[in-house]
């Protein structure tokens, strides 16, 4: 009796604990764009990219469970925290090895969803660490995207290396190369967000040294990424800053007083424009008289309007909005009298800026229209 006692009630411990674990409480994020907002910040990172590492070290036990599961939960949560506002491509850039004995690559795992393709991600590592390969191929998945991009790379950063120092596992020389290139094609308009599983003191080296060569981002270790609050906190760190740095440029309300013209155009002063707009202001329009009237005084002369934009978007799309520009002040000019075989234009995009920081000020000073003197 007292046998048949004892084997129900492991039987009844086993259902209750079994219990326990399907009711596992499910994710809640927090609203970071209400909290943002209350702290007078702006959205200033437009995408979101995850790049994961599901190499053969990412199936180490760290504290609870395998890096790669730690990982997978990491990022599975950041995406469900992360605004509606920022646009996240619903799928994962993965690298190590897509199966036993295969050869090291990067690949992407896709779902009708994020979270489904996250389940497509499977729960064991493979392979050797090709993170050079991986950060080349996001950069050309980032590719035609307007504004800046956050490409959040989780990975342990571990680097195993053979006595002989032959083994070419994940290749941290490899790597910084593959950021260089990053950095040189786009500038701060892509940044590498890494996220470290785990405590390899080397590994911390290398993720800090892709933010120092990249010029932005910064690191977070995934131990500091295990509540809502804190999950919360770190994308608004990532999406979001003061709307003096914004990168998510605003259409003014009012037209900033324009800055000195640039030192090459020495008779006739610049307009400028608001956020990917063409239509002239009344600051503008008003420049546009003082120079039709140098011009109905100097009848011998001839002008050049140039039309600039500032450095967001993609250079096709810059290139026809500087031309809207310039052809938006030349018909204005025609209206004041100026004859139409003395003006010609000329669209130069994003590739003649006269300051060159990434923040509001020097954007405002970037959308602009030249009057160079012929």
Same mark, same amino acid.
């Given at each position: 009796?007292?046998?048949?006692?004892?084997?129900?009630?492991?039987?009844?411990?086993? @259902?209750?604990?079994?219990?326990?674990?399907?009711?596992?409480?499910?994710?809640?994020?927090?609203?970071?764009?209400?909290?943002?907002?209350?702290?007078?910040?702006?959205?200033?990172?437009?995408?979101?990219?995850?790049?994961?590492?599901?190499?053969?070290?990412?199936?180490?036990?760290?504290?609870?469970?395998?890096?790669?599961?730690?990982?997978?939960?990491?990022?599975?949560?950041?995406?469900?925290?992360?605004?509606?506002?920022?646009?996240?491509?619903?799928? =994962?850039?993965?690298?190590?090895?897509?199966?036993?004995?295969?050869?090291?690559?990067?690949?992407?795992?896709?779902?009708?969803?994020?979270?489904?393709?996250?389940?497509?991600?499977?729960?064991?590592? @493979?392979?050797?660490?090709?993170?050079?390969?991986?950060?080349?191929?996001?950069?050309?998945?980032?590719?035609? @995207?307007?504004?800046?991009?956050?490409?959040?790379?989780?990975?342990?950063?571990?680097?195993?290396?053979?006595?002989?120092?032959? =083994?070419?596992? @994940?290749?941290?020389?490899?790597?910084?190369?593959?950021?260089?290139?990053?950095?040189?094609?786009?500038?701060?308009?892509?940044?590498?967000?890494?996220?470290?599983?785990?405590?390899?003191?080397?590994?911390?080296?290398?993720?800090?040294?892709?933010?120092?060569?990249?010029?932005?981002?910064?690191?977070?270790?995934?131990?500091?990424?295990?509540?809502?609050?804190?999950?919360?906190?770190?994308?608004?760190?990532?999406?979001?800053?003061?709307?003096?740095?914004?990168?998510?440029?605003?259409?003014?309300?009012?037209?900033?007083?324009?800055?000195?013209?640039?030192?090459?155009?020495?008779?006739?002063?610049?307009?400028?424009?608001?956020?990917?707009?063409?239509?002239?202001?009344?600051?503008?329009?008003?420049?546009?008289?003082q120079n039709a009237d140098w011009l109905a005084k100097n009848k011998d002369k001839k002008v050049v309007v140039e039309g600039n934009c500032d450095e967001r978007?993609?250079?096709?799309?810059?290139?026809?909005l500087g031309q809207r520009r310039a052809d938006a002040a030349a018909k204005y000019l025609k209206s004041l009298g100026v004859g139409a075989g003395r003006i010609?234009?000329?669209?130069?995009?994003?590739?003649?800026?006269?300051?060159?920081?990434?923040?509001?000020?020097?954007?405002?000073?970037?959308?602009?229209?030249?009057?160079? =003197?012929?």
């Amino acid at each position: 009796m007292e046998k048949k006692l004892l084997r129900w009630l492991v039987v009844l411990l086993f @259902l209750v604990m079994a219990a326990g674990c399907a009711t596992k409480k499910a994710y809640m994020p927090v609203d970071v764009s209400s909290n943002a907002k209350a702290a007078g910040l702006v959205q200033c990172t437009d995408n979101a990219n995850f790049v994961l590492d599901k190499s053969d070290s990412m199936n180490t036990y760290y504290d609870r469970d395998s890096r790669l599961a730690i990982a997978k939960q990491v990022t599975g949560e950041m995406a469900q925290t992360i605004p509606a506002g920022v646009k996240m491509r619903p799928d =994962i850039r993965l690298f190590g090895s897509e199966k036993v004995a295969g050869t090291e690559s990067t690949w992407v795992v896709t779902g009708a969803d994020f979270q489904k393709a996250m389940a497509n991600v499977g729960s064991r590592g @493979l392979g050797r660490t090709p993170m050079a390969r991986a950060i080349t191929a996001a950069g050309d998945d980032v590719k035609g @995207l307007s504004g800046k991009t956050a490409i959040i790379l989780v990975s342990d950063f571990e680097h195993i290396q053979g006595a002989s120092g032959e =083994i070419d596992d @994940l290749n941290p020389k490899n790597v910084l190369e593959a950021v260089a290139k990053l950095k040189a094609n786009y500038g701060n308009k892509v940044c590498i967000y890494p996220v470290q599983v785990g405590k390899d003191v080397e590994g911390k080296k290398l993720a800090d040294q892709i933010v120092a060569d990249g010029g932005c981002g910064f690191v977070e270790n995934a131990d500091n990424l295990q509540t809502p609050a804190q999950m919360g906190a770190y994308v608004q760190k990532v999406f979001f800053c003061p709307p003096a740095a914004g990168a998510a440029e605003k259409p003014a309300a009012v037209v900033p007083p324009p800055p000195p013209p640039p030192a090459e155009v020495s008779k006739l002063d610049a307009i400028y424009f608001g956020y990917d707009k063409y239509d002239l202001s009344p600051a503008s329009r008003n420049t546009l008289k003082q120079n039709a009237d140098w011009l109905a005084k100097n009848k011998d002369k001839k002008v050049v309007v140039e039309g600039n934009c500032d450095e967001r978007g993609t250079n096709e799309y810059n290139m026809a909005l500087g031309q809207r520009r310039a052809d938006a002040a030349a018909k204005y000019l025609k209206s004041l009298g100026v004859g139409a075989g003395r003006i010609s234009t000329v669209s130069y995009g994003e590739d003649r800026p006269v300051c060159k920081d990434s923040n509001e000020a020097c954007w405002s000073k970037n959308r602009r229209g030249d009057f160079i =003197i012929k």
